[in-house]
């Protein structure tokens, strides 16, 4: 038995002591952590992409209240692909493109309560010098202030769209920007939009990253692609304390041999033949319910032998992005949680 496997056996052991009641203890360590994509703090008018304050200061009571651990997003990733044990219900914040309500709103806040923070900056909306957004002192502050700087392009482009040659250009015209600004390139990267397919994603690879991020739900584990990482994102219609508290306790449902492996989405194969397999110590995938983004209810599922789970439904996905997010009871108030980002070329670009 691999070291990893015997700590899963020792995970999933935990998991049902716990719930069945035969000894009642939070588990030692998880091997996944959850991180949480925000935008806006306190931008009321614009809430597809905002979080209210009292909704942001509700969930800060949460996780400081609740038994969560905080640790810098590089050091989760670090540990992560080294396949070190996480301290269990292991949270990191994220923040995307820079808005100024960040700066005014949200890291002060996070600050007094002892939460870290991770901003992925687009640096094209720095530099115009918008009163929305951040300047370079601001985000010059932040950093000497202990948040950690990521890249987030330049232009905030649709990358799959505009193909690697112009995303690569992009990157690289970003790169100075960090480097002028802030003396160095940012280590961790975000796709814009959350959009990416295996050329981008081999893009991303070759510039140097140590790790990138998409914007799908899901708990980020040992196991996980270390460049399509997922994030839960929070806004005031995905914000209420309900889900809040669902998300932010998320284990990572243990899977394998997904198919496929590219996001992009041609019209010979929409629908998608998505599959993937659960492993063996995971008991009870009769729970198992994965939800289509354009779909009112769960897709069906199909077990094969042993734990393979494939997933079918006959409305093709539209355009633009589409997710699915697969779930099911973990015990100890926990659920597991594995998401999928699916690219339809086409459609509107916002």
Known sequence: MTVYRFKFVLRLL?????????FAFPAAADQSAVVLLYHRIGEDSIPSTNIRIDQFEAQIALLKSGGYHFLPLGEIVRRLKAREDLPP?????????????????????????GIPMTLFVSTDAVDRGSSNYMTWDD??????????????SASHMHMPHAGVKAAIADIKAANKRFEDELGE?????????????????KAVMKEGFTAAFAQ????????????????????EHYGDMTRFKLVSQAIALPVSDVVPLNPLV???????LFGFTVDDMVKGLGA??????????????????GNRIEVRFDKPFPKGRNRINCTMPAGHGRWYWYGKFFLVPGGKLD
């Not at 985000?139 to 987030?152: C, F, P, Q, S, T």
């Not at 799908?216 to 806004?235: E, T, Y």
């Not at 041609?266 to 998608?272: G, K, L």
Request: net charge positive; glycine share 8%; hydrophobic share 40%.
């Open 139 to 152: 985000i010059r502050a932040l950093k000497a202030d202990g948040v950690e700087i990521g890249h987030h």
């Open 288 to 305: 198992l319910a994965c939800y289509p983004s354009h779909l009112g209810g769960p897709a069906k599922l199909m077990r094969l032998a």
């Open 185 to 201: 390139k940012p280590t961790l990267f975000a796709y814009p939009y959350g959009e990416y397919d295996l050329d981008i994603k």
């Open 14 to 22: 935990s998991i049902w002591l716990a719930t069945t009641g035969f």
């Open 216 to 235: 799908v739900s899901g708990a980020a584990a040992q196991w996980s692609d270390p460049f399509a990482l997922p994030r839960f994102p929070i806004n």
């Open 266 to 272: 041609t019209d010979d194969r929409n629908p998608p």
């Open 89 to 113: 219900r292991t949270i990191a914040i994220t923040v995307d493109d820079a808005y100024k309500s960040v700066f005014v709103n949200g890291w002060p806040r996070l600050k007094a309560a």
